[in-house]
């Protein structure tokens, strides 16, 4: 009987830490033009069986195991959109939107847009994103966002002391570095002499 009382016992909790491992990626389906909601859009995980339905005003919900996936939008009229290497956490939900833009399929001229570059109130001249697994497999730079960025085109670091960074030619108080949407003012975390923390 104790057996019986132990073996269900542990099942028990190997269902608790299977359940535990479970992520959520969340976000809304807008239209690119005038970020209207897309209704009833369809988000999938690519190459894994697994996607959803957006609601009535767009946004989505897809609960998957911890890892990294590429997820696709698709809707009616308009061109699909594909976001890659999404990296899922158990501590929180993962937000993604979409913004997409209608099929230019019934027009006559060519219509050319430039989606590279997107000025926002963060970077009105440019934007460069890193996740996680980017970090990862940049040898040398073990997690270190500042080693990265020091090996992007057009950053060198500051010659005199302290760990600021020049960006094409532009001085260091004109970057601004942003984590999960909040500013941060420095991204090392050594101190600098004649200054407090790091």
Do not use: W
Request: charged fraction near 15%; proline fraction near 5%.
């Amino acid at each position: 009987m104790k057996r019986i009382v132990a073996i269900a016992g542990f099942s028990f909790f190997c269902l608790i830490g299977l359940f535990a491992q479970k992520t959520i990626i969340e976000g809304k389906v807008v239209n690119l033009i005038n970020n209207e909601p897309l209704p009833f859009a369809t988000v999938r995980v690519v190459n894994y069986d697994s996607g959803v339905i957006a609601d009535s005003v767009g946004i989505y919900r897809i609960e998957l195991p911890a890892g990294l996936y590429n997820l696709e939008a698709s809707y009616t009229g308009y061109s699909t959109v594909v976001k890659h290497e999404i990296q899922t956490q158990s501590s929180k939900p993962v937000v993604v939107n979409f913004e997409m833009s209608m099929n230019g399929n019934d027009l006559e001229e060519a219509v050319v847009t430039a989606e590279a570059y997107r000025n926002t109130a963060e970077s009105p001249l440019a934007l460069q994103r890193i996740n996680l697994h980017e970090l990862r497999q940049m040898p040398g730079a073990t997690l270190d966002a500042s080693k990265f960025i020091k090996t992007l085109p057009g950053v060198s670091p500051k010659v005199s002391f302290g760990y600021n960074l020049i960006v094409r030619g532009g001085s260091s108080n004109e970057n601004r570095f942003y984590l999960d949407g909040m500013e941060i003012p420095s991204i090392t975390h050594f101190t600098v002499q004649g200054t407090s923390g790091g």
